[in-house]
């Protein structure tokens, strides 16, 4: 089992930063697929950002703005929110994948966490 516990959501103006924070208690995720996703209102969960080691994906619509990091020694994975958008308004979660592969589909990830509320004001 792996808790996952996200932090550092808020309301920000458009343009502003943003600093999420996922971390990860029961077992070592430091080997693990770990992925960020979102989900507004009405929308389908849609993936945003991915790290395996030290490989990384991103979503179309976060590349460039975003970037995803992890500290092994805490258990924790990271994103980086920069030039913010009303339209990133969202829940975001946190998730890790336990098995090889790498994937942005959301129901090959095992675990969540309760998400965190990103909101941008415009």
């Known amino acids: 089992q792996v808790q996952l516990v996200e932090s550092g959501g808020g309301l920000v103006q458009a343009g502003g930063s943003l600093r999420l924070s996922c971390a990860a208690s029961?077992?070592?995720?430091?080997?693990?697929?770990m992925g960020w996703f979102r989900q507004a209102p009405g929308k389908e969960r849609e993936f945003v950002a991915a790290?395996?080691?030290?490989?990384?994906t991103y979503s179309d619509s976060v590349k460039g703005r975003f970037t995803i990091s992890r500290d092994n020694a805490a258990n924790t994975v990271y994103l980086q929110m920069n030039s913010l958008k009303p339209e990133d308004t969202a829940v975001y979660y946190c998730?890790?994948?336990?098995?090889?592969?790498?994937?942005?589909?959301?129901?090959?990830?095992?675990?969540w966490g309760q998400g965190t509320q990103v909101t941008v004001s415009s």
């Open positions: 998730a890790v994948q336990m098995s090889v592969g790498f994937t942005t589909t959301p129901s090959q990830y095992h675990y």
């Open positions: 029961g077992r070592s995720v430091s080997n693990s697929l």
């Open positions: 790290i395996k080691w030290s490989s990384t």
